[in-house]
């Protein structure tokens, strides 16, 4: 199978879109946590997350230079040039719906990071190994709300299993593949999502069973992300993220 | 934010193997293990810790300020001096000590 390192960049980049996004998502909680001590909690998980970007940006532009710096990537591509998951562009919601999305991510997140430790990019493969410590975290922290709110309040166990059943139908998408994932597979650059649900089943089953939450039926499953089709949550996002680069082009801090 | 859902804990940090923990400050959590995790976030950014304690606020027994006469006066250095060991001659060999 060809692998070309525009192959290779498009599978950092969607890498990276995901974390991105998702570490942006986090950063709007600022101000907005319901006590101090999580937004913290919140603020480091986004830190996290932005930080793994970078990383994988500053990776994707070494292994092809197209003249782009990890600034035009972030602020100077549309929405159809994203390559994050549907799942993460969805909007925070209440708390509930933050972890619920948190954890979905996660866990499937520390899978392949897990995985990426033996990525025959060895530059990859140091990332991974930085932000699988990480991920773990992320899960342990947002499976251990899933436990509080799933198992606390009626009011909390509702809204968290609607949170779950609202969000089911982005899960698909993570294990999913196509030409490049395949090829990036081939090449022992990238890992094969399919192979890590397994895993991710048994860890969100048993989380969901603790949290006396019900695991939705693996229906219909959304995707998008890869191709750019994205919802209409990841433009708002854009706008506020890219406003200061749109409105100011080049502006340094 | 209430004190029954989100109770008060105090927070220790061990900086390095061979030190004792001591008080860094305090946190509201929801229970035991966010505490422990809330602590890990807030009080160790910076690699500060190697082992981290916290404790609910409300388990630690502590002296009554009013009681301060009774407790702490009387082992006040300008009663007691004789408890610091000031009338000791220290050797010039042992320099300070």
Redesign the interface.
């Known amino acids: 199978m060809e692998w070309s390192p525009k192959d290779h960049f498009e599978y950092l980049v969607r890498l990276a879109d995901t974390n991105l996004v998702l570490g942006h998502r986090m950063s709007e909680w600022l101000g907005e946590a319901?006590?101090i001590?999580?937004e913290?909690?919140l603020a480091?998980i986004g830190l996290d997350l932005i930080g793994q970007a970078r990383s994988l940006y500053a990776r994707a532009i070494a292994v092809n230079p197209d003249g782009r710096d990890e600034d035009d990537l972030v602020f100077l591509r549309d929405t159809h040039e994203y390559r994050n998951f549907l799942l993460v562009e969805r909007e925070n919601g209440d708390f509930a719906v933050t972890m619920v999305r948190q954890a979905l991510y996660s866990i499937f997140a520390h899978l392949q990071w897990e995985g990426l430790t033996r990525s025959a990019d060895t530059e990859l493969a140091a990332i991974a190994s930085k932000a699988v410590k990480e991920s773990a975290y992320h899960v342990?922290?947002s499976c251990?709300?899933l436990i509080?709110l799933g198992d606390g309040t009626g009011e909390s166990h509702e809204r968290t299993q609607k949170a779950v059943d609202d969000l089911w139908f982005y899960t698909g998408e993570m294990f999913a593949s196509d030409d490049i994932e395949r090829a990036a597979i081939a090449a022992g650059v990238g890992v094969d999502p399919a192979a890590l649900k397994p895993q991710w089943d048994e860890t969100v089953s048993e989380c969901f069973a603790q949290a006396t939450l019900e695991r939705p039926a693996d229906g219909w499953m959304i995707d998008g992300g890869r191709e750019g089709r994205h919802t209409e949550h990841l433009g708002h996002l854009l706008a506020e993220m890219q406003f200061l680069q749109r409105a100011y082009p080049g502006q340094k801090w | 934010?209430n004190e029954k859902n989100?109770p008060l804990y105090e927070v220790f940090l061990r900086p390095r193997n061979g030190l004792a923990h001591r008080h860094v400050g305090s946190?509201?959590?929801?229970?035991d293990?966010?505490a422990l995790?809330?602590a890990r976030?807030?009080y160790t950014?910076r690699g500060e810790a190697t082992s981290i304690w916290v404790v609910r606020s409300a388990s630690i027994i502590a002296t009554n300020p009013s009681d301060k006469e009774t407790v702490f006066d009387p082992s006040d250095p300008e009663r007691k001096p004789y408890r610091h060991p000031t009338f000791y001659e220290i050797p010039k060999e042992i320099g300070h000590m």
Do not use: C, K
Request: glycine share 0%.
């Open positions: 319901p006590v001590e999580e913290l909690a480091n342990r922290h251990e709300w509080r | 934010m989100f946190l509201h959590a929801a229970d293990v966010i995790q809330n976030d807030i950014r």
